[in-house]
């Protein structure tokens, strides 16, 4: 391979629209392209070159408003030879574009590529308090695209003892981090705090934040009126906030035409290493919950590709959706809790703004911002979809790889070690579910009036010394003190019994 055909980022482009007039809105398709002309124009390319376009792969909506977003926006940019692809629900989606389309250049079997996405949930709120129609649809009227399949991450069985939001799942992945970490309630609560008090002082600084306020570690761990409890442990300011109106776009070419185009020298970024690794896509099927192998397959990988390791990363963005899955990203990749550097470079999805799934193309246009402002550092993006289920990771430079001397762009083929993840045994799962347990872990779901509503946990048959023993979902009773208990005492390992009626299992203590 020549080394014109080396993968470049080229042009990047963030919005963040906010308080705008009900009667401006600009909905999703006006979002994206505020978000594709500004990358258009930080490349120095003139927009007229989006007709060169032969690819436009959108991240997934939320709330898809057309029938085909890919060639609505297509039609407002004038790229009427693009194909067109929508990518599924899922954080890792941002990345997981950049990866294959950079592949795809390598190749030669891609020249433009437009990747980009938005989230419009703050205008369908607004538009909902005031009573106003929302119709933002346009033609065409064909439907979109999938370029990956749509993989479901839940069934009815775990659906049923309400193992589906996020919030749930990743709380009992904080709850058995706690319990491996051998943390107390009471300094577990704190540290989550900590580490997003962390995360507030960079959206504080940070242009196009949705919340630019820094936060004490006492402000995001105490539940209060204004910050209330929602899935124990979790309060609500460590969610991704989702209700925001952003979007951003990533503008991809080769070397080789980026020269003959005269994109500006300093404008161009290279993605020096890249990965992608799925857990099992049901979150009961999980080896344990406290780790994840894919996030540390997929660090290897990357840094590897790159031929450099975690120490020499100089900015790092990792998927920061709720703490644990801060935490489990720090752990599988080597990551010091003491560790100087900041783990974000815009704030994070709860003070940045968690665009739905397309908050990675806004954390990978940051990262190419500040690779640039600091030419020859190396930034480490990390993408997280579903349950930490769907990983990518991306190492970006404003330098060539010297990994890739000689050699041209190349990367490993996800499906070689994602056989081997496959490999790793799970306990088989067990859906009617009777007799002695253990508690593996748990959470208590509150309602908004801040009462304890309801208690899910993963649990295993017999009395817990079988590491490979049968897991199953189960509620438990819906009993004031017992939830109020188990925000109070740790209930992991807990022993007690299994009983399935009516195709729920419940545990009795």
């Not at 891609?110 to 538009?127: F, H, Q, W």
């Not at 940070?206 to 105490?222: K, S």
């Not at 499906?415 to 306990?427: G, I, K």
Request: proline share 7%; net charge negative; aromatic share 8%.
């Amino acid at each position: 391979m020549s080394d014109d055909r080396t993968p470049v980022i080229v042009g990047v482009g963030r919005i963040t629209d906010k308080g705008r007039p009900l009667d401006q809105l600009p909905g999703p398709m006006g979002l994206l392209e505020m978000a594709a002309e500004r990358a258009f124009d930080d490349a120095g390319l003139l927009r007229a070159k989006a007709a060169g376009l032969d690819t436009i792969a959108l991240v997934k909506c939320f709330r898809e408003s057309t029938p085909n977003s890919p060639a609505s926006l297509a039609r407002r940019l004038g790229a009427d030879k693009a194909q067109g692809w929508l990518m599924p629900d899922g954080g890792n989606g941002p990345q997981y574009l950049v990866n294959r389309y950079a592949e795809a250049i390598a190749k030669g079997e891609n020249e433009l590529v437009l990747i980009a996405g938005c989230e419009p949930k703050d205008s369908v709120r607004r538009l909902k308090k005031a009573g106003l129609p929302i119709d933002w649809s346009e033609g065409p009227d064909n439907e979109a695209e999938f370029l990956v399949p749509d993989a479901k991450m839940s069934n009815g069985y775990e659906q049923a003892h309400g193992v589906w939001l996020a919030a749930t799942v990743y709380a009992m992945i904080e709850n058995g981090l706690r319990h491996h970490y051998g943390r107390t309630i009471e300094d577990h609560q704190l540290a989550m705090g900590r580490l997003f008090a962390r995360f507030s002082e960079v959206a504080a600084q940070t242009d196009g934040a949705w919340f630019p306020q820094r936060r004490t570690a006492e402000e995001i761990a105490t539940p209060t009126a204004d910050n209330r409890m929602v899935n124990w442990p979790y309060t609500k300011l460590m969610n991704a906030f989702n209700n925001v109106d952003q979007s951003a776009a990533i503008l991809m070419t080769s070397l080789g035409k980026a020269k003959t185009w005269g994109v500006p020298a300093d404008r161009i970024v290279y993605l020096h290493g890249c990965a992608d690794a799925f857990e099992p896509m049901l979150i009961s099927e999980r080896q344990n919950y406290h780790a994840c192998p894919a996030i540390r397959v997929m660090g290897e990988k990357a840094l590897g590709m790159a031929g450099i390791g975690m120490d020499e990363i100089d900015h790092i963005d990792l998927y920061s959706c709720f703490p644990s899955a801060v935490e489990v990203a720090c752990d599988e990749l080597g990551i010091a809790a003491d560790d100087p550097r900041p783990l974000t470079v815009t704030g994070g999805l709860p003070y940045h703004g968690g665009a739905g799934n397309n908050y990675v193309t806004t954390s990978i246009a940051a990262m190419v911002d500040k690779v640039r402002g600091a030419p020859g550092s190396k930034g480490l993006v990390t993408a997280n979809g579903g349950y930490l289920t769907k990983h990518a990771a991306g190492i970006y430079s404003t330098d060539p790889s010297p990994a890739h001397d000689g050699s041209g762009w190349a990367r490993e083929n996800p499906a070689v070690y994602q056989a081997e993840l496959d490999a790793l045994p799970v306990p088989p799962v067990v859906k009617a579910a009777e007799g002695e347990a253990v508690v593996e872990t748990y959470t208590v779901v509150f309602g908004r009036d801040g009462a304890p509503a309801a208690g899910i946990l993963f649990g295993r048959l017999g009395d817990g010394s079988d590491p490979m023993a049968p897991r199953f979902v189960a509620n438990t009773p819906k009993d004031p003190d017992l939830l109020t208990a188990m925000t109070r005492e740790d209930f992991i390992g807990r022993s007690g019994a299994v009983t399935n009626a009516d195709r729920l299992n419940v545990m009795r203590f």
